[in-house]
């Protein structure tokens, strides 16, 4: 019986990697041992970017919303307050759209949590 050296898997692995490590700068896309080095860190730090981006975006919205909630004299945090207090069932990201693109119709939910 022949002797199985796992050329094929070892290839296919290889190959693998070196896909993943394709756009990468010189020898991190060509050269196997570098290129995994690479994908590993470039794994790694998406996985952070993926909870960041969570983080981050939240920051925004919170960030539009006070300074909306700031042209119609209501700070931020009273205006969420506010909106808790009275059973409004709007988050974060859908207040901070409303800032942006619709001022007017923020503004009438500013109107009708001060009241």
């Known amino acids: 019986m022949p002797r199985a050296k796992r050329g094929f898997k070892a290839r296919r692995r290889r190959k693998k990697v070196l896909k993943h490590a394709r756009g990468f700068y010189g020898a991190r896309s060509r050269i196997f041992g570098d290129a995994v ?48 207090a009275s059973d409004v069932a709007l988050d974060r990201k859908i207040l901070a759209d409303l800032a942006l693109r619709d001022p007017g119709g923020f503004k009438a939910v500013v109107d009708a949590v001060a009241g």
Request: charged share 40%; hydrophobic share 40%.
């Open 37 to 84: 080095e690479q994908v590993r860190r470039a794994w790694r730090e998406s996985y952070i970017g993926r909870r960041r981006k969570k983080r981050d975006f939240r920051r925004l919205w919170i960030i539009r919303i006070n300074a909306a909630a700031r042209l119609h004299g209501m700070t931020y945090s009273k205006l969420m307050h506010r909106l808790k």
